[in-house]
């Protein structure tokens, strides 16, 4: 697996450490990389870096790709990890996508159509487990003042919480008969920014709201972050693709495969607080 170093693939690691699976973590930096016994880790300096790694893959049968980090070339990097597994003689590639990513108006969601196109282009087994936006990362949205912005609207979303992802994904990667399969990865259940505000309110004490911006406010209230105009643009799509009703669909599908309900966002709140 790739992007071993990080919080999606340091969680799927420790899970298909649980089943027993043999593993290789293909990491950036040996040092950062998950102590998990057993597992081999190897290095490429970036999904970019083909000979790398086509090295570092050199006698997988499954290769799970976690998108890369936020980049103006991250579908190019995508694409050369791809070639590179098929370079190695990789025999399935799990990729973790996003949900509706083909008609999507997030920017990064469309990122991942185009990578999934490539690698059902490459002739190599595929499966596509589709996420929707992390639950977890729900939070962080809060500003200072305590006030979660953005073009949302009214629009829902069904968030998942990363570990519950991660649980799917291990079934997918250990078990038989999900080749060729996608899975829409949601929530339990979808709700509007202003009913996330409601229950961080009640779970935290403090008065959170949520206030919808046009547009031209969105940009206006990130100028200041310093992030490239592609980057603040792919922030604000996000809440777009949320009023636009992308995001609220509700999937049984991680229950079919865990056995178990994703977990609400006041249960994650009510856990962590």
Same mark, same amino acid.
């Not at 699976?21 to 950062?32: F, G, I, Q, T």
């Given at each position: 697996m790739t992007g071993a170093t990080g919080g999606m693939g340091t969680r799927v690691a420790r899970r298909l450490a649980d089943r027993g699976?043999?593993?290789?973590?293909?990491? +950036?930096?040996?040092? +950062?990389a998950?102590?998990?016994?057993?597992? $081999?880790? +190897?290095?490429?300096?970036s999904y970019g870096a083909r000979e790398e790694m086509r090295a570092?893959? $050199?006698g997988v049968d499954t290769m799970f790709l976690i998108p890369a980090k936020e980049s103006a070339d991250r579908v190019e990097q995508h694409r050369t990890a791809v070639d590179a597994a098929v370079d190695a003689g990789v025999q399935r590639v799990v990729y973790l996508s996003f949900v509706g990513a083909h008609r999507s108006s997030f920017t990064l969601g469309r990122e991942h159509g185009a990578t999934e196109e490539h690698i059902v282009a490459s002739g190599v087994p595929y499966t596509f487990p589709r996420m929707?936006?992390?639950?977890?990362? &729900?939070?962080?949205?809060?500003? /200072?003042?305590?006030? &979660?912005?953005?073009p949302a609207a009214d629009g829902r979303l069904a968030a998942i919480l990363r570990d519950d992802i991660a649980e799917a994904v291990a079934v997918v990667l250990t078990e038989q008969g999900h080749e060729g399969r996608g899975y829409d990865l949601?929530?339990? /259940?979808?709700?509007?920014l202003a009913e996330a505000a409601e229950e961080l309110s009640r779970a935290t004490g403090r +008065?959170? /709201?949520?206030?919808?911006?046009?547009? $031209?406010q969105a940009r206006a209230s990130r100028a200041g972050f310093?992030?490239?105009?592609?980057?603040? $643009?792919?922030? &604000?799509?996000?809440y777009v693709a949320i009023a636009n009703g992308e995001l609220e669909g509700v999937s049984?599908?991680? /229950?079919?495969?865990?056995?178990?309900?994703?977990k609400t966002l006041r249960e994650y709140l009510a856990e962590s607080s």
């Open positions: 699976a043999p593993l290789r973590l293909v990491v +950036r930096d040996r040092s +950062r998950a102590q998990i016994a057993g597992a $081999e880790v +190897r290095e490429a300096s570092a893959l $050199e929707n936006l992390y639950m977890d990362f &729900i939070p962080s949205m809060v500003g /200072e003042d305590g006030v &979660i912005r953005g949601t929530g339990r /259940e979808a709700f509007t +008065r959170i /709201e949520f206030h919808d911006e046009t547009l $031209e310093g992030a490239p105009d592609w980057e603040v $643009e792919a922030w &604000i799509s996000s049984p599908d991680l /229950e079919r495969l865990t056995g178990r309900p994703p």
